[in-house]
């Protein structure tokens, strides 16, 4: 059993920055990739970014040069930091960490941590 724990949320004024982080715990062999996403209230889930095994990222264009995703993989841990945000950037961020097991692949899924940007 895996289990994923989101910390980091909480209430900035525009402008300022948050670190959220998700570690998971649990028997975990080898992470195929770990992300973060978000979903503002009736709006879908759109992925934030995303960090291969080998350290290469992707984001979203609305976060781009705002925000930096990391990881530490022996902690099976992965971050977000979050700089210069933007009220838009108000919604609920989920991490996962999928796992390699063999031949499959599973997902891990936080809790996740509000986050609102607001005067």
């Known amino acids: 059993q895996v289990q994923v724990v989101e910390s980091g949320g909480g209430l900035v004024q525009p402008g300022g920055s948050l670190r959220l982080s998700c570690a998971a715990s649990?028997?975990?062999?080898?992470?195929?990739?770990m992300g973060w996403y978000r979903q503002a209230p009736g709006k879908q889930q759109d992925v934030v970014a995303t960090i291969n095994s080998d350290g290469s990222t992707n984001y979203a264009n609305s976060v781009k040069g705002r925000f930096t995703i990391s990881r530490d993989n022996a902690k099976n841990t992965v971050y977000l930091q979050m700089n210069n945000l933007k009220p838009e950037d108000t919604a609920v961020y989920y991490c996962?960490?999928?796992?390699?097991?063999?031949?499959?692949?599973?997902?891990?899924w936080g809790q996740g941590t509000q986050v609102t940007v607001s005067s």
């Open positions: 996962k960490i999928q796992e390699r097991l063999g031949r499959k692949d599973y997902d891990y």
């Open positions: 649990g028997t975990i062999l080898s992470i195929n990739f």
